[in-house]
Nanobody, 120 residues
Framework: QVQLVESGGGLVQPGGSLRLSCTAS????????MAWYRQAPGNQRELVAR???????NYIDSVKGRFTISRDDARNVLYLQMNSLKPEDTAVYYC??????????????WGQGTQVTVSS
């Protein structure tokens, strides 16, 4: 069973930055497409950033230019660097392998996520 563990969230002011980390035992992230998702209160979970095995990245429009998804293959860690944070970025953030090219289904069971709160 794959156990996804997210960390790095917290309370930040608008315009601030945060870097999230994702780890999983036994699974090398560099052989899978990996993604970051978020779920705000009352909202559906949405995919916000994706990275392919070749390092190509995709982002939803609302985070382009502000968020960067990356991997450290040597340490087997997935990152989400978030800059210029806005209150609307407030959500629980999750990592997972996308179950399909589109949609918001994860391949593995969801971890507990890490809370990101952007507020003054």
């Amino acid at each position: 069973q794959v156990q996804l563990v997210e960390s790095g969230g917290g309370l930040v002011q608008p315009g601030g930055s945060l870097r999230l980390s994702c780890t999983a035992s036994r699974i090398p992230f560099n052989i899978y497409i990996m993604a970051w998702y978020r779920q705000a209160p009352g909202n559906q979970r949405e995919l916000v950033a994706r990275i392919t095995t070749n390092g190509d990245t995709n982002y939803i429009d609302s985070v382009k230019g502000r968020f960067t998804i990356s991997r450290d293959d040597a340490r087997n860690v997935l990152y989400l660097q978030m800059n210029s944070l806005k209150p609307e970025d407030t959500a629980v953030y999750y990592c997972n392998r996308p179950a399909a090219n589109t949609g918001n289904f994860g391949w593995w069971d969801w971890g507990q996520g890490t809370q990101v709160t952007v507020s003054s």
